[in-house]
């Protein structure tokens, strides 16, 4: 049982480069988020999914895309990389509207 | 302008005492709260929740009391071990929607 697990762990972009990040869960949660931390900041909701086939804008949405592949997978998609988006990375789960479980996060780094 | 605050960026405790970590926050729909502690180059990990029906909510060491008309939440750690060291997050919402303090970084000293 793996939890909630996030690829890549690390990644150096070039400001205008594309990517996505990659989350799966295996504890069969309804619910998918993904945040962004940055220094001397909380934890800020950029998108999530309440169930397969729905998301929905978080606090801090714009330059990113998501989609929720199936009920184990959310991908977050960065068009266009600015140098603003340089930020750790979390993707979480929960059952519903309550705890919600993390993985190790990836550090992005956009030059 | 931020939801939840967490207004003591550090706090030192011995080891064997009390620590008291506290947060603030603004919107009185939230109705659930979480505690996460998080250490370095992982992710934050659940520790303590409570919803706004209570007012306290204990687990082993770990204590979370709620005071909805101050918007006012505290988790105490009794007794404090070395291994209590991290960055503790507060967390506040409703629904899907949660809003992170900036956490307090603990340090229990041997």
């Known amino acids: 049982n793996a939890g909630v697990t996030q690829t890549p762990k690390f990644q150096v972009l070039k400001t205008g480069q594309s990517m996505t990040l990659q989350c799966a869960q295996d504890m069969n949660h309804n619910s998918m988020y993904w945040y962004r931390q940055d220094p001397g900041m909380g934890l800020r909701l950029i998108y999530y999914?309440?169930?397969?086939?729905?998301?929905d804008k978080g606090e801090v949405p714009n330059g990113y895309n998501v989609s929720r592949l199936n009920k184990r997978e959310f991908s977050l998609r960065l068009e266009s990389a600015a140098p603003s988006q340089t930020s750790v990375y979390f993707c979480?789960?929960?059952?519903?509207?309550?705890?919600?479980?993390f993985g190790p996060g990836t550090r992005l780094t956009v030059l | 302008d931020q939801q939840v605050k967490q207004n003591s960026p550090s706090l030192s405790v011995q080891e064997g005492r009390i620590s008291i970590l506290n947060c603030d926050y603004t919107?009185?729909?939230?109705?659930?709260f979480l505690w996460y502690k998080k250490y370095p180059a992982e992710g934050p990990t659940f520790l303590i929740s409570i919803s706004s029906i209570k007012d306290k909510n204990e687990d082993g060491r770990f204590t979370v009391f709620l005071n909805k008309s101050a918007k006012h939440l505290s988790l105490h750690i009794v007794p404090s071990q070395p291994g209590d060291s991290a960055v503790y997050f507060c967390?506040?919402?409703?629904?899907?929607?949660?809003?992170f303090g900036t956490g307090t970084s603990l340090t229990v000293i041997p």
């Open positions: 979480a789960s929960s059952v519903s509207t309550d705890t919600q479980y």
């Open positions: 999914s309440a169930s397969e086939g729905t998301t």
């Open positions: 919107n009185s729909m939230f109705d659930y």
């Open positions: 967390a506040a919402g409703t629904g899907n929607q949660f809003y």
